[in-house]
Structure formats: structure tokens, C-alpha cells
């Protein structure tokens, strides 16, 4: 028996360092490593039995061909070699008739390690196929912080210990950032005042002192009201600003006078008292922590409303006192090279890129030119996850669609596929990670063997490009040979000097934070820019969601369960037990349309429909209807939450709207 050391390789923000029990080459137990600055000794419940996935019975063991009809779940195994052939000849088949573009890869953050993760680019790259936009889930919120920050390094979640006002604004924290909690526990310790801003009652939101219920999309027109009051109030750090900050007086003068707290109280809900104190308690503390979530910026005006609530935390000085400071995304992924991988030099000039989000457009458009003859998907379940399922559904049925998919478990997308490849989980490859949500990078060791004949992403896309005559010596390398460049790259990629020799041994390493950064505005003017002249408009204001002018009575809220991720994690029986597609709904809503908790009911809209589980709460406020997760389709009754949600992408950064759509809800 043997304790390893890895990390974790979900698309979360905490990526934990893990304490492996292998026995006889299984892992039998898994653990928090407490050696790990931001894990501290404890897991969440889909990784405290992460073997559970590694050795789950779904695990897909080999190669399978489809014999059924697509998406019947008929398949018949074969050997690597059959595997490797069938693709490659359709490919070049594929090439000679409609040109390389005709095939799509589709892949996104099942594995976060800096290898397997983008070690499908080159190939297709190398290919000429279609390339792929990854903006599935938070470009908006990134591009709204940059207008403001530029480059500036967000601020490491330690340093909210010694804040005194914590703002969890859309951060479904005990969900999604669990291990956060431990650095905000330590801070309400010393005193600090907790404040959670959401669209609905989250566990997070109970955990907060204060709760602060907001209309879905409208909290760029809270954030301009907060700036409204605190100017009017003196509220705002106004040596700070003439020192650091750019645009506050045409802010002022400009957009501001409109946004009046009866205005604002309008948009948003928030009622006019509660408004003006947060506005009071925000300017008055000392130094203001800020988390931000990705649920605002899912909107059509989402990179918009990241900007607003940048600007808002700015004028309060936070980033000059200890304590303060904002955090978005943390950006541990500078830590490496990424292009060691990635080989953005190997893409063919003026080739066509794909928005993943409009997968289900893309599919079904008839002339689209090349039409995708052949989709590639690694690492992610657009079938479930992708929005407009329906449509994505009806381009994965195509005949003429040559689907391949690799992965771990029979996914609702491996339903559809012709060729599926079984894919190695994270204690059976070699990689090394980074965070979004702190600054702790940790290199990932195989612990195990393979299971069954699975392979990583690396080594199929290997296998792959010899099939397909690529000769580049690039395509030879081994992952451990990527590893030793990504640990090099560190020398040139991060600031100051990161600790390779513990990199090197599995161990998590902080990432060495320069001296007062908090105070490196790294942006054009070296100043915040409230005003961004390279922008339009350079001035940050409100506009509405799409959702405000669409049909329906609720705005539909979609966000994470903390039983699953994603869609990962639907192999696990006891985490997919119990009440999984519930709609939540307010009191007073369901007593107007006649329903009552445990009623089955319908949500739809022009896109689709699907059916739920009610309960009815105050937890969810008047008008908006929530439910969590995104479940596999074989735990729902006709569809998961996907078919009701949109194609449409954000202001800036294409990204994704999940959150801005309407629906309709009736008894089924
Ligand atoms: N357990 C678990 N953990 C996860 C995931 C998961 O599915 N399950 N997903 C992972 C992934 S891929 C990501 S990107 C992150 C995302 O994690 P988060 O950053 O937490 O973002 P969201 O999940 O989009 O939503 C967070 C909260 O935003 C709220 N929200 C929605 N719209 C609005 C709005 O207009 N205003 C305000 N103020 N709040 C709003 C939602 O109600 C929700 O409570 O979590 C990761 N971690
Ligand atoms: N309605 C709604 N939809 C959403 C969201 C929402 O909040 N609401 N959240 C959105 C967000 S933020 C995101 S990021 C996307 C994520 O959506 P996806 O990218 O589809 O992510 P997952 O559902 O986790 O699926 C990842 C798949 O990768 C597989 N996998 C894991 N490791 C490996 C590996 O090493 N190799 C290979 N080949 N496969 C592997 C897993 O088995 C899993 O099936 O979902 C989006 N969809
Ligand atoms: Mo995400």
C-alpha cells in the first residue's frame, strides 16, 4: 500500500492536491492533502471518492463501433488498430472530398492539466480542420475585468483573511469554490462582515450575513446605483482615485447622474434602503474584499456588468489596503507556456474557427461551407452541456455526420458517436496543473496503471497523427518530455522564481506573489481605466439582458448543483440519488399558476422543453425559476435543462448566456 501525491483535474476553481491510497495498482481512497496551501486537508464530495470514478463499473474499457442507430447506445468493441484505421480513412476521405475544414474538433475542460487539455490543438491545427473557439464558459467576465485591470494580477483569495467586508457577488461558493470558504471563515473570525449577491436563497447565500436578491442580468445597474450613492455620499476613496484611477470624473458626470437610487432599485429589485447600505457599508470598510462569480456575466450584457462591478470595487481604494482586492479569475495559467503545447504557430492562416456555442447551428446549418462532416470530441459532453440541446441532438443524428469520442464513460455524446475511444481519468496520465482560483501549480504523476485499454488525450492524438502521415517530430514527444518543458517554461512565464525542484516532485508549490502586485495596475495608462479609450464605449453603462425582451414569464436560473460538475460525475449512483431536476419557485408564483411542491411540471420556451420536479421556496425570488445541475439524459424525463437555453452569445468575448432566457412553466 502507497500514498501518492496528485491533483485534482475538475474544471474548478480550487484544484486541490489529492493524497492517493493505491493498493495492488488501484487507488482505494482518496484524499485532501493538508500539506496543500488552499485543499488544507479537505475534499469535496464528488473527489472524497474520486476512486469511485477511476473504478467505477461504467468506465469504458475499449474502442466501441457503433451498430445500432446513433445515439441507441448499440456498439460493438474493436482493437486501437481498427480504431485508429476506420478514423483515418474516413478522415482522409473526409479531406479529399470537402477539405479539411469539414472536420471540427470539440473539446473543453473535462481534464484542466495543462497537457491533456490542449493536447488535441496541434493535430487539428496541423490538419487544417475547423478551429475551435473555446468560450463556453467565462470569456465575458475575463474581457470585462481586462477593460478596467488590463493585466493587472487579480488578488489571491489568502488575502481576503484580513478583509473586513467580504462581497460573494455570483459565487455559488459552497458549490463551486468550496476551500475559499476556509480563508472567508477566517476573516468573519476577526470580524468581518460577509455579504452574498445572487438571483435566488443559494447555501451560500445562508452561510453570508446578508443576503442581497438581485433580477437576473441587472447587476451592472446595481453596481452603477452602489457608485451612484457612494459618490453622492462621499463614500468613495478619492485620494486613491486621483492617484490610480482613470475616468472616475466623466463617470461621474456622465453616466452616473441617470442611475438614481429609485431608478436602480427598479432594474434590480434591490429595495432602495437595503441599496443605500450596502452602498454605506462598502465605502465605510476598510478594505473591501471581492469575489466574483461567472453566473453575472452569463447574459448578453455579461462582460458589460463585470466591468461595472471592476469599477465599482476600485473606487473604493481596496487594492491599497491589506485585505482588499478583487478576484475574478486568479491567473495561475501564466505560470506556464502553454504554447509548448498548444503550437498556435501550426495553424493554418485564414482557417475558419467555430464558436462551441453555436454546435448545435453549426450541425444543423445545410449551408454552412464546408458542412462539419466529421466532429472530434475530447474532454467534454456537448450533448448535455452545450445550450440548445434539441438542436444539438438533431446535428448529432446526422447520417452524414462521421462522429468520434473519446472518453471515460458513455456519455449522452458517446451515444451519438460512430467510433468511441475510452480515455484515461487523471491517476492514469501524467500532467501538471494550475488554478483559476488560486496560486498553487502541482505536477500529477500516473498512480496507476491504465484502466482497461484507455488512453490519454495525448496519446490518441499521437496515434492519430501518424495515421493520418503528420511526420513534424513534435508528434513523437512523450508527456513526460511536455512536463519537463512546462516546469522549465516557468523561468520565463512567471515573474519570480518558482520552486522546480518541488515542482518536480509532485509537490504543491505556491506560486510566489510579487511584492505589493495588488498595486501593479498593469493596463495601457498604468491606471485603472473607468475610462478605456480603446473601448466602445469607453465609458462603462447599463444595457438590458436579452432575456428582458424575450416571451415567457420566468427568467430561467441554471446554475451548478454541488453534487456533480458539469455533467461530470453523473456515473456516480450517490451523487445522482435523490431530488435531481427540481425547478424551484416562489410562493407566491406557484400559488397564481395552481401548483404545489412535488407537482411535475413543464418548463419551455420556443427552443424546447423539459420536465421538473417542483418546489416550491422563498428561496427563489418572484419571477425567477431555478434548477441545479446539468444531469445526464437517462436521470431526466426528455431532456435536461439544456433544452431551454440559448445559442446567443455575450457583448464582448462570444461567450456563453445560459442564465438569459425565458420560459414558461405548466402542470404536465
Ligand atoms: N459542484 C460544482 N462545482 C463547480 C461546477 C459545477 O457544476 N458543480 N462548475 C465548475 C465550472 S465549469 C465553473 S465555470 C464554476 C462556476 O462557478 P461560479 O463562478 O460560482 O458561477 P456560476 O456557476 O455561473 O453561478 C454562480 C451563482 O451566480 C448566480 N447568478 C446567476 N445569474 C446571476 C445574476 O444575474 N446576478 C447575480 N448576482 N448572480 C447570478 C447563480 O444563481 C449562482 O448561484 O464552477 C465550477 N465548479
Ligand atoms: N445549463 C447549463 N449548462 C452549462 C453550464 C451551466 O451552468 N448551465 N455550465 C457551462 C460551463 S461553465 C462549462 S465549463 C461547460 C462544461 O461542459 P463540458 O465541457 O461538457 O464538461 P463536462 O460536462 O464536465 O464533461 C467533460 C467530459 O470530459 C470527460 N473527460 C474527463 N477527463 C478526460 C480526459 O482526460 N480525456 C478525455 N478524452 N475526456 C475526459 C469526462 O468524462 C466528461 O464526460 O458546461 C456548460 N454548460
Ligand atoms: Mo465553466
Known sequence: MEIKKTACPYDCPDCCGLLVTVENGKAVKVAGDPEHPFTRGTLCPKMAHYERTVHSPRRLTTPLKRVGAKGSGEFTPISWEEAVAAIAAKWQAIIK???????????????????QYSAGHALFFALGASSLDRTICAPAKAQGFRAVMGATLPTAPQEAQHSDFILLWSISMLATDIHFKHDVDIARKRGARIVCIDTYATRTAAYADEFICVKPGTD????????????????????????????????????LPRYTPA?????????GKVLTELAQSLGRARAPFLRLGSGQSRYGNGAMTSRLITCLLAVT???????????????????????????PDMEKPGVRHINMIKLGDVLTDKDLQPQVKSLFVYSSNPACTAPDQNKVLAGLAREDLFTVVHERFMTDTALYADIVLPATT??????????????????GQAVIPPVGESKSNWQVMQLLAKAMGLTDEFFARQEKDFIAA???????????????????????????????????????????????????????????AYSE????????????????????????????????????????????LGLKTGDRVRGKNARGQAEFTLQVTDKAACGTAVSEGVWWQEYTRGGNINRLTSQRTTDKGAGSTFYDVRIDIERV
Open 486 to 544: 512546462f516546469m522549465d517554461s516557468t523561468k520565463t512565464a512567471w515573474p519570480l522564481p518558482v520552486d522546480r525542484e518541488r515542482l518536480a516532485a509532485g509537490e504543491p508549490v505556491a506560486l510566489p506573489l510579487p511584492a505589493a502586485y495588488k498595486m501593479q495596475f498593469k493596463t495601457p495608462s498604468g491606471k485603472i481605466e473607468i475610462l478605456n479609450p480603446q473601448l466602445t464605449p469607453p465609458l462603462p453603462d447599463y444595457f438590458p
Open 263 to 271: 431608478l436602480v432599485s427598479r432594474i434590480t429589485g434591490v429595495d
Open 220 to 255: 451592472g445597474a446595481l453596481a452603477l446605483g452602489l457608485m451612484h450613492i457612494m459618490a453622492r455620499e462621499g463614500l468613495v476613496d478619492e485620494a486613491f482615485i486621483a492617484a490610480y484611477v482613470q475616468g472616475w470624473e466623466e463617470l461621474k458626470a456622465e453616466i
Open 317 to 343: 481604494g481596496a487594492y491599497a489596503r491589506p485585505g482588499g482586492g478583487m478576484l475574478t479569475s486568479a491567473a495561475g495559467s501564466n505560470a506556464f507556456d502553454k504554447d509548448i503545447i498548444r503550437r
Open 426 to 443: 487523471s491517476l492514469e496520465h501524467e500532467d501538471i496543473y494550475y488554478s483559476y482560483g488560486q496560486y498553487v501549480i502541482q505536477r
Open 549 to 592: 425582451a424575450d416571451d415567457g414569464e420566468f427568467v430561467l436560473i441554471n446554475s451548478p448543483d454541488a453534487r456533480i460538475l458539469d455533467s461530470s460525475f453523473n456515473e456516480r449512483e450517490e451523487l445522482t440519488r435523490g431530488n435531481i431536476m427540481t425547478l424551484l419557485l416562489n410562493p407566491v408564483d406557484a400559488q397564481r
Open 97 to 115: 472530398v470537402y477539405g479539411a475544414e469539414a472536420i471540427l474538433p470539440y473539446s473543453y475542460a473535462g481534464t484542466m492539466g495543462t497537457l
